[in-house]
């Protein structure tokens, strides 16, 4: 908003009538102004920690969270140099500011050149801001609605100035989130909004980890259910039913030793804090030494468990931090779930967001494309085939030796 003074009636005509605070930076001339607003009753805000020419930051808890949040609102200058300091500076702010952070506004640069259209691109630009980003540790959901964010009065140039960034503790908070880009109106720039509200579309597939073959008592749960009996005489259905009962009797045999696994790993790190306050008022005995170790060996343990899960997850073969950063696999499998996720589909001109309505036509377009063309194929009638005999069978499959002159 290109701007000085701005009063609360001002906001309280697009902000409607429920409760408000705000803070704002003034424009310089026709260049910046900055305006974040909230509802107290959804924000409980606890300082603004800083209001400079091009940024702003709010602190505050969202109701019912116990970790701080901090908003960056930004309007970049349109001077690359200048852009540059300002990618150091909220860095610097970034690493200072405890909890989660969001970064948005018009941020006047792109990550690539597919973010621009007609328009010059920069290529060492673009590489101060990948770099900002990625020294900031932030992440972006994927993107709904509209490619770009920005268009020209002629409708020529189109850029994707605007984004809406937040830390990996954030994403993982509201994985499911959905960041959508609305129609401009009368502005050169688009609306952004990022909905963290979970839509459930039902249980998750079944999956099966192969760290689950180091546990007890998985091979004698697939013999189990393999010798019971059935009365499905059908090869293909009687498969089907196998599969069936074998995940019913797998989930309920994980839910117990992950149950058993976790309230073991509470214990244990009680013990090892046990162990760190004895440590803390005397020197530890040899068998208090001893348990200690034996103590973080187990917990070791249960965190390569969960690597190989984690790892199993993201499909990953190689990585370049390593087998066994937990955090950077965590971070992959949040980030493969935003980027993958569907959050609506146009149906027949129609934008629906609804669950049900997407599987719908989902199944719909599947079946179109894999289902069976023809509902009724010819059978043949004879069996009376010529054959070939078992050691002409066998000669197709020999090694072939090729001589030659």
């Known amino acids: ?88 500076e909220l860095l610097d702010w970034r690493n200072k500011v405890e909890g989660w952070c969001i970064l948005l506004g018009d941020f006047n640069e792109v990550q690539s050149e597919e973010e621009r259209c007609n328009s010059n691109f920069d290529d060492l630009a673009a590489f101060r801001f990948n770099c900002f980003i990625e ?29 809406i960034l937040v830390c ?43 760290s689950w073959l180091e546990k007890e008592g998985l091979g004698e749960i697939v013999k189990n259910v393999c010798e019971e009996k059935v009365d499905i005489q059908q090869g293909d259905k009687a498969l089907v039913d196998l599969f069936k009962r074998l995940k019913v009797a797998l989930k309920k045999w994980r839910d117990n030793w992950k149950g058993e696994e976790d309230r073991n790993r509470v214990d244990i790190i009680k013990m090892l804090d046990d162990l760190e306050s004895v440590a803390e008022r005397k020197r530890l005995n040899s068998e208090e030494k001893k348990q200690r170790i034996n103590l973080k060996l187990a917990l070791r343990n249960m965190e390569k468990q969960k690597c190989k899960d984690l790892k199993q997850k993201v499909r990953l073969n190689w990585v370049k931090n390593g087998d066994e950063n937990s955090k950077f696999f965590h971070k992959y499998i949040i980030l493969q ?36 063309p023809m509902k009724k194929r010819p059978t043949l009638m004879f069996n009376d085939f010529h054959k070939i005999s078992l050691t002409q069978s066998r000669k197709l499959t020999t090694r072939f030796f090729g001589g030659g002159d």
């Not at 149906?347 to 894999?370: H, Q, R, T, W, Y």
Request: proline share 4%.
């Open 135 to 163: 020294g900031a540790g932030l992440i972006e959901y994927n993107q709904v609605g509209r490619r770009f964010t920005r268009i020209s009065d002629d409708g020529v140039k189109l850029s994707k100035l605007d984004r």
């Open 337 to 372: 779930k935003a980027s993958k996720r569907l959050n609506e589909i146009n149906i027949n001109g129609v934008v629906n967001s609804d669950p049900l309505c997407m599987k719908k036509e989902i199944m719909k377009a599947f079946k179109k494309k894999f289902g069976e």
């Open 168 to 210: 990996d503790s954030f994403m993982e908070a509201w994985p499911e989130a959905t960041f959508k880009v609305h129609s401009k109106e009368l502005s050169d720039h688009s609306l952004l909004i990022l909905l963290c509200s979970n839509v459930d579309f039902g249980p998750i597939p079944f999956k099966f980890f192969n």
């Open 1 to 88: 908003m290109q701007l000085v003074g701005v009063s609360e009636e001002a906001i309280e005509r697009f902000w409607g009538n429920q409760r408000l605070e705000f803070c704002c930076v003034d424009a310089v001339e026709k260049s910046g102004g900055l305006v974040s607003v909230w509802n107290p009753d959804v924000f409980n805000n606890i300082s603004v920690i800083v209001r400079k020419r091009h940024f702003s930051i709010v602190t505050g808890y969202l109701k019912g969270m116990s970790c701080p949040l901090n908003v960056f609102n930004i309007h970049a200058p349109n001077d690359s140099g200048k852009r540059k300091d300002l990618w150091a």
